[in-house]
């Protein structure tokens, strides 16, 4: 009697969830290798388990693009009764299966992935966990826009594109330590940035009456720039959407920084001066970098923290 499988085994087994057709099996390798190259800018020989997942991840958002436009354009044009969801939490964690199943793309995904001689679970645990809450209400939420976009609703979710979600547990001698975390690291596949919309949000203030009208002054200004996730139904072919802002606190520093810019910009040789010690100063970012890196690259050598004497001076050893 043969022994069980184990489940690594078992995932081994070509269409595990089902049999895939040949064609969309087919389009989807050409689509994980395209991404490979020209997004990832990576090959074979080098790719990492995370390139891997952002193939992936690039491809079945491919197949969400479409969907996400043909939505809104329809939404736009018969004009229904919209649903405008705002939450200081989304936990939408984690979306590239979720997104395959919406779409009906698992079975192709995951044929196409083991013909590849990847494996597609391994790939889904590399994601990153969209954690942007403490648990319930955030978890709520997320339900809600999943739950709307499956009954065909027009619906959006807004909220805040939080830094940092909630935090990486580690078990520590017997006792949980909390870590940051910071899931935004390697970036996000399915986002898109919008700058074009970023705003202008004021806090604080006063208000004071002029000749002109009331006005709002001396208000505490931040910019808050959206970045908006494809929310898919459920075999539906509609595609919602959340729209998250990330916040810049700095926008007064950033305009008083441009001032002096300007200012300094007016005396030639104050700015000479200021741009050469800029260049001086970025050995870091250029010659030191490239330099450490061939070292280690090519010939193997390691940076060490011995410091080597002026050419004026004589060795440590000679001056004892």
């Not at 006005?215 to 459920?234: E, I, N, R, S």
């Not at 539906?236 to 990330?246: A, D, E, G, S, Y």
Request: hydrophobic share 35%; glycine share 8%; charged share 25%.
């Amino acid at each position: 009697m043969s022994s069980p499988l184990s489940d690594h085994e078992k995932r081994k087994q070509i269409s595990v969830r089902g049999i895939a057709g040949l064609g969309d099996v087919v389009e989807i390798k050409k689509s994980f290798n395209r991404h490979l190259h020209f997004t990832l800018v990576k090959d074979r020989n080098v790719a990492t388990p995370r390139d891997y997942y952002f193939a992936l991840a690039h491809t079945v958002r491919d197949h969400l693009v479409g969907r996400w436009i043909r939505t809104q354009q329809y939404y736009y044009e018969k004009d229904p009764k919209r649903i405008h969801y705002l939450s200081l939490e989304f936990y939408m964690g984690r979306t590239l299966q979720n997104t395959m199943i919406n779409l009906g793309l698992q079975n192709a995904c995951d044929e196409a992935i083991y013909q590849l001689g990847l494996d597609i679970e391994e790939l889904e645990e590399i994601e990153e966990d969209a954690g942007l809450g403490n648990g319930g209400l955030g978890r709520l939420a997320a339900c809600f826009l999943d739950s709307m976009a499956s009954l065909g609703l027009a619906a959006y979710g807004y909220g805040i594109r939080y830094e940092f979600g909630i935090f990486n547990q580690k078990i520590s001698n017997g006792w949980q330590v909390e870590e940051a975390d910071d899931w935004l690291r390697y970036g996000n596949p399915w986002e898109k940035a919008r700058p074009e919309y970023m705003l202008p949000v004021h806090f604080y203030g006063r208000v004071e009456k002029t000749a002109e009208g009331v006005k709002w002054v001396d208000t505490q200004v931040v910019l808050a720039m959206p970045y908006d996730t494809p929310v898919p139904g459920f075999k539906n072919n509609t595609v919602n959407t959340m729209r998250l802002f990330k916040v810049f606190a700095d926008y007064e520093a950033y305009i008083t920084c441009q001032d002096r810019v300007n200012e300094l910009y007016k005396n030639p040789k104050e700015w000479t001066r200021t741009v050469i010690r800029n260049i001086a100063g970025s050995g870091k970012f250029s010659s030191d970098r490239t330099i450490s890196e061939y070292a280690r690259d090519i010939w193997g050598v390691e940076p060490s923290d011995v410091k080597i004497p002026p050419p004026n001076e004589p060795p440590v050893e000679s001056r004892k």
